[in-house]
């Protein structure tokens, strides 16, 4: 397409910023919650078992609407999208906030969940549609480092969580959501594919569930994030009750999390491009095995550890655990046809959704019933680990331009 047919092709940059942002902005939201764990579970009186209900509701969002969300971006383009993704991500924000018992705290993350689910098919379509393959994985993974950056900002939020009123701050971050939500106007181009409207939106989901090659896919990826879901869900509420630190510490955790997540997201999609030429299955299972292996190790974890040594745990699990999502993307939209980019991404999502939505009050059940964190990790790498076989043995790579 030449250049002056489309305001965004030239800046490529605003492209890549605006899907970047999405994942900011939308993760902002989530992770405050997640980071200011302790205050919240205290202030409505919540066990384990009940805060993994919270993130339950959560993923259930992103799992009922992300297959509508996929075929929706197929045929209405990003930019509406985003905006309608970020009016969502809000109103659940709003209701968490004011939330003052378990049951509204629910409804609020769900709500905030399915805003949530029409991020990822929107920003990976825009990923494969304005990017040639052999760039296609850093692009991805540049977008992606977004989770974690929101992830850091929401830690430092945590840490202010200890002296300022908890639902105050989400009143401040559901503000910024909607002011990005406005600016998404500017990815609202024209249909590059001008057919797509007179398509059956259901057709590309239809052929990607009689492709048992991509259900295993989508089936790793539950147990993928299964381990994630379960690190970033319980990873706070772990430092404070089981290692007994601080409420600031627990934020610190969280962030390292995030911050070596950024970078890791970024430099796996760069390794796979230019390391690997556009191979990425073989990294994947690698940073599952470390995944299994450091998780394991969380379950060993004691109150007495050099704070040094447990941020080095969490550090590794950033860049493992927390940082496969982008080979994944980009591994589900090379796998499909080009009309089937959007649906693939909602047939995934739903999948990996499922993960974080077992995960967690598995976790919590553990944790109620044993009176420690350690069998949660253990369960947690052993599900990993069974992703890892899948997707080693079972996934047939596949590279689409």
Not at 58 to 72: E, F, I, K, M, R
Not at 135 to 149: F, L, S
Not at 309 to 332: H, P, W
Request: charge should be positive; hydrophobic fraction near 50%; charged fraction near 10%.
């Amino acid at each position: 397409m030449p250049p002056n047919t489309d305001r965004l092709i030239g800046p490529w940059r605003l492209r890549i910023a605006m899907l970047t942002g999405a994942h900011v902005v939308g993760t902002l939201n989530v992770v405050s919650v997640l980071a200011m764990a302790p205050v919240i579970q205290r202030v409505l009186d919540l066990s384990a078992t009940e805060f993994g209900f919270v993130m339950t509701a959560y993923y259930c969002g992103q799992a009922t609407w992300s297959l509508p969300a996929g075929a929706l971006v197929d045929r209405a383009g990003v930019g509406g999208i985003l905006m309608m993704a970020m009016a969502g991500i809000a109103i659940g924000t709003s209701v968490v906030a004011t939330a003052q018992s378990l049951t509204m705290l629910l409804l609020g993350m769900y709500l905030m969940g399915s805003g949530y689910s029409f991020t990822n098919p929107s920003t990976a379509k825009g990923v494969f549609d304005w990017f040639p393959q052999r760039r296609r994985a850093t692009a991805m993974g540049a977008k992606q480092t977004g989770v974690p950056i929101g992830g850091v900002v929401a830690a430092g939020l945590g840490v202010l969580a200890a002296s300022i009123d908890w639902r105050l701050l989400l009143g401040i971050v559901v503000a910024a959501t909607l002011v990005f939500g406005a600016s998404c106007v500017v990815l609202r181009d024209s249909p590059q594919h001008p057919d797509r409207g007179r398509r059956n939106p259901l057709s590309g989901l239809l052929e990607l569930l009689r492709d048992w090659n991509y259900g295993r896919f989508a089936l790793s990826n539950l147990l993928y994030n299964f381990g994630q879901g379960n690190f970033f869900g319980f990873l706070t509420l772990f430092v404070r009750d089981a290692l007994h630190g601080s409420q600031e510490f627990a934020s610190l955790c969280l962030g390292v999390a995030q911050a070596t997540s950024a970078g890791a997201r970024f430099g796996w999609g760069v390794w796979s491009d230019l390391l690997l030429d556009g191979r990425r299955k073989g990294l994947v299972v690698g940073i599952g095995i470390a995944s299994v292996l450091l998780l394991a190790g969380m379950g060993v974890a004691e109150a007495g550890w050099a704070a040094a040594v447990v941020l080095l745990f969490v550090a590794g699990l950033g860049i493992t655990v927390a940082s496969y999502a982008g080979l994944m993307q980009t591994l589900s939209v090379e796998a499909v046809k080009l009309h089937q980019t959007g649906s693939a991404v909602g047939y995934n999502g739903i999948c990996t959704h499922m993960g974080a939505i077992i995960g967690p009050p598995v976790f919590g059940a553990i944790v109620d019933a044993t009176g420690s964190y350690s069998g949660g990790w253990f369960v947690t790498a052993a599900v990993v680990g069974f992703g890892v076989l899948i997707i080693a043995l079972g996934f047939r790579e596949g590279g689409k331009t």
